[in-house]
């Protein structure tokens, strides 16, 4: 996909011209320059160098008279669902992009791009090559404050016939394959580890990059051999930053060998150098997981501090942007009690991405056909993983298992349940009905679903396309027991998603605990004549339906029915159990609806067939 189409050349312009431009702006080289009548194709080596170059060049630079257009060069059997948008405004919220994304179509994945330029760059997969189309329609030269959107397709492997399967070399080997080459970012090591993998993520300050690497590479070689890791220093990310982000593949024990190595390294030259004292150590986390590494009233970080000896602070939940979506984890103490918090550390983030994952395969077939990789709703706990050399900041490609912290970032919209049986969503062929949901949170979680000056609830409304209302704590709904209650208004997409949203607030904010899920009770009405439906004969039904959801179902015997002739049932659970008993409750609604209809119509009609 580094392939790009050089346009609207004059005839007059040769090879050495454009390679001439190229230096003359210093970007990168290209590896192939194929010159034809008026136009041209370059190869360059990686993704980065080639949105350098549309972003410097196309529709800005002349070359013999004429100014120059630069694209993707995508063959036509190739331009399918994958599509680039540049020229993204740093400080645009992920929810708002996921919006803007899903209006045309179920997006399936997105991916960040580490580039050098100050506007993100997002590589997007959408269901459908039609969708795909209508994106690239829509958004091109979409205008976003006072950037203007530019969309273009990229490859897309899986649109390729069979026989277009990469190319392996001689012997059989496949070209991805090799040994310690450095990569364009600088990174060394064994081949890529198991995709499972768990990778650890640390700063290094920039004046010791040099040392970690050695003369040729040497160092850097050396502790991959002796660890048996893959090192990744992204020494290209954030020019002129103080610290460089480093990415270690390998097991627990592999990683914190190389982290020792890497620290013994900066310590011995800050002393030589006498740069500084003591070199502490920063750990990049993901937020998703940053919520259980600190542990409920901050108990997990007390407890490694205590043990180890050592200080931790992790920096401020303002410092994350589109570009910057990890915090960063500073332990201060001796080269050995860091090492040794760095383990207990590396240990809690582990731990708290495979119960993610344990938990989301478990729920995967609660809901039929739901698309999980098109959620866009959590914020941890999904399974993709890391890119083997990615910098900071980069969303990760998809992978069947492992570490994802970015599915937050990925989008949703209308295909949220894939291809929806009934019991999925009802009345898909006409207008989705609005539904109303009471979800009943703690009190001091309030402030975090608000936001600062309310943001957070506005961006999470629009998200998700729903009302949603926090009922003051005066007000008689809220309740004694330290809860108040959401109201969210919307049709069952837009539950899903705001109630998604909420829930993984509140794992993210911290107020469960590391290893608890989070609970929520929520109530939903139901017509007074379907109560009985949902109980069953004998509380059948009901007890069905907690054995099938996990969720603890009531329908609180003894209620008067309200001005609209219903009556509340209550659920709690985790979110993917409350959103299935939810959708199987809904679905009961509507037979017995159907049922009265038909009744009501089989009535109206009888009396034309009395004798």
């Given at each position: 996909m580094n392939k790009l189409y050089v346009g609207n050349l004059s005839p007059s312009v040769t090879v050495e011209d454009l390679k001439e431009l190229f230096g003359e702006k210093k970007l990168p080289v290209a590896d192939q320059v194929l010159l034809k009548s008026g136009y041209a194709f370059v190869d360059f080596p990686d993704q980065n160098s080639a949105i350098k170059v549309i972003e410097t060049l196309s529709g800005n630079v002349e070359l013999h008279g004429k100014v120059i257009e630069i694209d993707y060069s995508v063959p036509r059997k190739l331009r399918s669902r994958k599509i680039q948008i540049r020229n993204i405004?740093?400080?645009?919220?992920?929810?708002?992009?996921?919006?803007?994304?899903?209006?045309?179509?179920?997006?399936?994945?997105?991916?960040?791009?580490?580039?050098?330029?100050?506007?993100?760059?997002?590589?997007v997969t959408y269901a459908t090559k039609e969708e795909a189309k209508e994106a690239i329609e829509k958004l091109t030269g979409h205008q976003f404050e006072d950037y203007s959107f530019k969309v273009s397709y990229i490859v897309d492997m899986d649109a390729a016939p069979p026989d277009q399967a990469p190319r392996t070399r001689r012997g059989g080997r496949s070209s991805r394959e090799g040994g310690s080459q450095p990569g364009p970012s600088g990174d060394y090591g064994s081949p890529r580890t198991r995709q499972h993998d768990f990778p650890l993520r640390m700063l290094a300050l920039s004046q010791f990059v040099g040392a970690i690497i050695g003369k040729e590479g040497l160092t850097i070689?050396?502790?991959?051999?002796?660890?048996?890791?893959?090192?990744?220093?992204?020494?290209?990310?954030?020019?002129?930053?103080?610290?460089?982000?480093?990415?270690?593949?390998?097991?627990?024990?592999?990683?914190?060998?190389?982290?020792?190595?890497?620290?013994?390294?900066?310590?011995?030259?800050?002393?030589e150098t006498k740069t500084t004292e003591d070199i502490p150590l920063k750990?990049?986390?993901?937020?998703?997981?940053?919520?259980?590494?600190?542990?409920?009233?901050?108990?997990?970080?007390?407890?490694?501090?205590?043990?180890?000896?050592?200080?931790?602070t992790i920096s401020s939940l303002h410092d994350l942007t589109?570009?910057?979506?990890?915090?960063?984890?500073?332990?201060?103490?001796?080269?050995?009690?860091?090492?040794?918090?760095?383990?207990?550390?590396?240990?809690?983030?582990?731990?708290?991405?495979?119960?993610?994952?344990?938990?989301?395969?478990?729920?995967?077939?609660?809901?039929p056909g739901l698309n999980l990789n098109a959620?866009?709703?959590?914020?941890?706990?999904?399974?993709?993983?890391?890119?083997?050399?990615?910098?900071?900041?980069?969303?990760?490609?998809?992978?069947?298992?492992?570490?994802?912290?970015?599915?937050?970032?990925?989008?949703?919209?209308?295909?949220?349940?894939?291809?929806?049986?009934?019991s999925a969503i009802t009345h898909q062929h006409s207008t989705p009905e609005q539904e109303v949901v009471y979800l009943f949170i703690p009190t001091q979680a309030v402030g975090a679903l608000i936001g600062k000056k309310g943001q957070h609830i506005k961006q999470?409304?629009?998200?998700?396309?729903?009302?949603?209302?926090?009922?003051?704590?005066?007000?008689?709904?809220?309740?004694?027991?330290?809860?108040?209650?959401?109201?969210?208004?919307?049709?069952?997409?837009?539950?899903?998603?705001?109630?998604?949203?909420?829930?993984?607030?509140?794992?993210?904010?911290?107020?469960?605990?590391?290893?608890?899920e989070v609970k929520l009770e929520t109530h939903i009405k139901v017509p007074s004549t379907a109560a009985g439906r949902v109980i069953g004969k004998g509380g059948k039904t009901v007890n069905e339906l907690q054995n099938l959801?996990?969720?603890?179902?009531?329908?609180?015997?003894?209620?008067?029915?309200?001005?609209?002739?219903?009556?509340?049932?209550?659920?709690?659970g985790h979110f993917?159990?409350?959103?299935?008993?939810?959708?199987?409750?809904?679905?009961?609604?509507?037979?017995?609806?159907?049922?009265?209809?038909?009744h009501q119509q089989g009535t109206a009609v009888s009396p034309h067939h009395v004798k």
């Amino acid at each position: 996909m580094n392939k790009l189409y050089v346009g609207n050349l004059s005839p007059s312009v040769t090879v050495e011209d454009l390679k001439e431009l190229f230096g003359e702006k210093k970007l990168p080289v290209a590896d192939q320059v194929l010159l034809k009548s008026g136009y041209a194709f370059v190869d360059f080596p990686d993704q980065n160098s080639a949105i350098k170059v549309i972003e410097t060049l196309s529709g800005n630079v002349e070359l013999h008279g004429k100014v120059i257009e630069i694209d993707y060069s995508v063959p036509r059997k190739l331009r399918s669902r994958k599509i680039q948008i540049r020229n993204i405004p740093p400080d645009l919220q992920w929810e708002v992009l996921d919006g803007l994304l899903a209006q045309y179509g179920t997006v399936e994945n997105v991916e960040q791009v580490n580039t050098d330029t100050e506007t993100a760059v997002v590589n997007v997969t959408y269901a459908t090559k039609e969708e795909a189309k209508e994106a690239i329609e829509k958004l091109t030269g979409h205008q976003f404050e006072d950037y203007s959107f530019k969309v273009s397709y990229i490859v897309d492997m899986d649109a390729a016939p069979p026989d277009q399967a990469p190319r392996t070399r001689r012997g059989g080997r496949s070209s991805r394959e090799g040994g310690s080459q450095p990569g364009p970012s600088g990174d060394y090591g064994s081949p890529r580890t198991r995709q499972h993998d768990f990778p650890l993520r640390m700063l290094a300050l920039s004046q010791f990059v040099g040392a970690i690497i050695g003369k040729e590479g040497l160092t850097i070689k050396n502790i991959t051999k002796q660890t048996q890791s893959k090192v990744d220093i992204h020494r290209k990310e954030n020019a002129g930053a103080a610290e460089k982000p480093i990415t270690i593949h390998s097991t627990p024990e592999g990683c914190s060998a190389a982290c020792r190595m890497i620290l013994d390294i900066m310590q011995k030259e800050a002393n030589e150098t006498k740069t500084t004292e003591d070199i502490p150590l920063k750990i990049l986390a993901h937020n998703s997981l940053v919520g259980r590494l600190i542990g409920k009233e901050g108990r997990n970080l007390k407890k490694i501090e205590e043990d180890t000896g050592t200080k931790i602070t992790i920096s401020s939940l303002h410092d994350l942007t589109i570009h910057n979506l990890e915090r960063i984890v500073t332990v201060k103490g001796t080269l050995d009690d860091c090492c040794k918090a760095q383990v207990e550390i590396l240990k809690k983030l582990i731990e708290a991405s495979e119960n993610d994952i344990a938990a989301m395969n478990q729920q995967a077939n609660l809901i039929p056909g739901l698309n999980l990789n098109a959620l866009g709703i959590f914020s941890s706990g999904l399974p993709m993983l890391p890119p083997a050399a990615g910098p900071r900041c980069a969303v990760p490609h998809m992978a069947p298992a492992g570490y994802n912290p970015f599915l937050s970032h990925s989008s949703h919209l209308s295909g949220l349940y894939g291809g929806p049986p009934a019991s999925a969503i009802t009345h898909q062929h006409s207008t989705p009905e609005q539904e109303v949901v009471y979800l009943f949170i703690p009190t001091q979680a309030v402030g975090a679903l608000i936001g600062k000056k309310g943001q957070h609830i506005k961006q999470l409304a629009h998200f998700a396309g729903a009302s949603i209302k926090i009922a003051p704590a005066e007000n008689p709904d809220s309740r004694m027991d330290g809860e108040r209650m959401v109201t969210i208004t919307g049709n069952a997409e837009a539950q899903f998603k705001a109630q998604g949203r909420i829930f993984g607030k509140l794992k993210e904010e911290n107020f469960f605990s590391a290893k608890e899920e989070v609970k929520l009770e929520t109530h939903i009405k139901v017509p007074s004549t379907a109560a009985g439906r949902v109980i069953g004969k004998g509380g059948k039904t009901v007890n069905e339906l907690q054995n099938l959801t996990s969720a603890e179902v009531i329908v609180p015997r003894d209620q008067t029915p309200d001005e609209n002739d219903e009556v509340f049932v209550k659920i709690s659970g985790h979110f993917f159990a409350s959103q299935t008993a939810q959708r199987k409750i809904r679905e009961i609604i509507q037979q017995v609806k159907q049922q009265e209809q038909k009744h009501q119509q089989g009535t109206a009609v009888s009396p034309h067939h009395v004798k």
